[in-house]
């Protein structure tokens, strides 16, 4: 019987578990994976202490501190159900059934599927959802990213630099984003944009060698090696049924972080909290670790 459990080791998630560590809360994580979507970005600008600092190098921060503690961790342990009954919450993975007195949600968002033919099939063999884990493997290649927002253009940034062509295949009119980023995409050399497109299969044998596309009602095909899927996330809240959730399937939470049942807390991008941010979701995470801990404190059990 833990006092806490927390659900996802990403920015949220590992605050969330420093600041239950210095409580000296009974607890464990329970997560897919450590680092959560800080480990699949690019260059990463003023996030405070760092006026630069790439995402992979600070998902290894935040995790060293987080070894510092001790803190038990179940690695590649991805919740599948939580429930609370009375005062006890249970959550389950695949591997085991885990109880607690308070939760911490914080199992951040997952990228979002084109659902065209041949996506399944070649998955992770051309195609991919992480241009930061994946990028290095299509060094002097035609590769194509999908999607017209930051999470587009930060893949496609990095891309730039190792590709040998980098096509961005935009279904509206113009390219979304940050307008500094969408100005490095325009002035770089080997970077195309083809908006108002769409992608309607993904060929190949063995690996991808090119997508299908309608572009202003005309179909074509592109010859590329590698496919970058970046056309949003979506919140990894599937597990967790019985706590309210908006339109979009994020977890609603109040200004303590809590949901609408007494004893589950949640935090970052898997909530409804404005702005999708690496130092908003580590903010909420402190925020829902001290919430547990003063709902363990004034509740006797």
Known sequence: MYDLIIIGAGPAGITASVYAARKKMNFLVVTGDIGGQAAWSGDIENYTGYQFITGPELAIKFEEHMRKY???????EEAKEIKKTGDLITVRSAKATYEARSVIIASGKKSRELGVPGEKEFKNKGLTYCATCDGPLFSGKDVAVVGGGNSALDAALQLIKIAKQVYIINNTAALGGDPLMRDKIVNAENASVLNSANITSILGDKMV?????????????????????????????????????????????????????????????????????????????????????KYLVSNKF
């Open 209 to 293: 060698s090119a997508v299908k596309i309608i572009q202003d009602g005309k179909e074509s095909q592109l010859a590329v090696e590698g496919i970058f899927v970046e056309i949003g996330l979506i919140p990894n809240s599937g597990f967790a049924h019985d706590v309210e959730k908006n339109q979009v399937g994020e977890i609603k939470v109040n200004c303590n972080n809590e949901t609408n049942i007494p004893g589950i807390f949640a935090a970052g991008d898997v909530t409804d909290v404005p702005e999708k941010q690496i130092i908003i979701a580590a903010g909420e995470g402190a925020k829902a670790s001290l919430g547990a801990f």
């Open 70 to 76: 001790n803190i038990p961790v179940k690695e590649k």
